[in-house]
């Protein structure tokens, strides 16, 4: 399992986002937050977690080999 990150991560719907006019983005090493667009809802089927396939989705263009690791984990655990 991969350590918690510095900043906490939030997830919002792209559609959201595009409303508000006070989102910043800055550069990764200066944010506070991490803020994830979504182009759909995910499912919260575990409390404030999303669903593991929503998930490893969001992560499958992230090349780095701890995260891809992660998400083979993820992915023998499912029950398909």
């Known amino acids: 399992m991969l350590a918690p ?7 919002v719907l792209s559609s ?9 983005e800055v550069p990764h ?6 803020l994830a667009l979504w182009h759909y809802r995910p499912a919260f089927v575990y409390g404030d977690r999303i669903d593991p396939l929503s998930l490893v989705l969001s992560l499958s263009d992230d090349h ?5 690791g992660e998400i083979e ?8």
Do not use: M, Y
């Open 5 to 11: 990150g510095s900043r906490r991560a939030f997830t």
């Open 16 to 24: 959201e986002a595009l409303k508000r006019n006070d989102l910043v």
């Open 29 to 34: 090493e200066s944010a506070s937050i991490l």
């Open 64 to 68: 780095d080999d701890r995260v891809q």
């Open 73 to 80: 984990e993820v992915l023998e655990k499912f029950k398909w």
